[in-house]
């Protein structure tokens, strides 16, 4: 039986949805990294580095490189690259909107300057 799309797509972004994997993804846009370096710039333990460095494998979504001892990851296809760019453009648009009602409800929020009143008779 085949799995429905909408399905394949939950679990894709389920697949995405760790930090650490967003962050390996964002650092590996600019082209293949050494694991050291992903280790250095995420500063987690080697071990949980590598089980979802593994997770990302397993998807497809990155490949490894060795050359000699040292092991790189890269970006699969730049179809990543260009869906984390359109996350941080919705995340953008999202937080824009979430500061433009926090600015209405402070407004809101400020008491109100006395009205003026007319001495005019």
């Known amino acids: 039986m ?3 799309l909408y399905q394949a797509k939950a679990d894709f972004f389920r697949m995405l949805g760790h930090p650490v994997r967003i962050r390996v993804l964002e650092l590996l846009q600019h082209g293949p990294v050494p694991v050291r370096d992903l280790l250095a710039d995420i500063e987690i333990e080697p071990s949980s580095l590598s089980q979802q460095l593994a997770v990302l494998r397993r998807s ?3 490949v490894s490189i060795r050359e000699g001892s040292t092991v790189r990851y890269a970006l699969a ?3 990543v690259a260009e869906l984390l ?4 453009r919705i995340l953008t648009e999202l937080l824009a909107g979430q ?7 402070r407004q809101a929020d400020s008491p109100t ?3 003026p009143t007319s001495t005019t008779r």
Request: glycine share 14%; no cysteine; hydrophobic share 45%.
């Open 113 to 115: 300057p006395p009205v």
């Open 60 to 62: 497809g979504i990155v």
């Open 77 to 79: 296809g730049g179809d």
């Open 99 to 105: 500061n433009e009602l926090l600015a209405e409800l």
């Open 85 to 88: 760019r359109a996350a941080r």
């Open 2 to 4: 085949q799995v429905p």
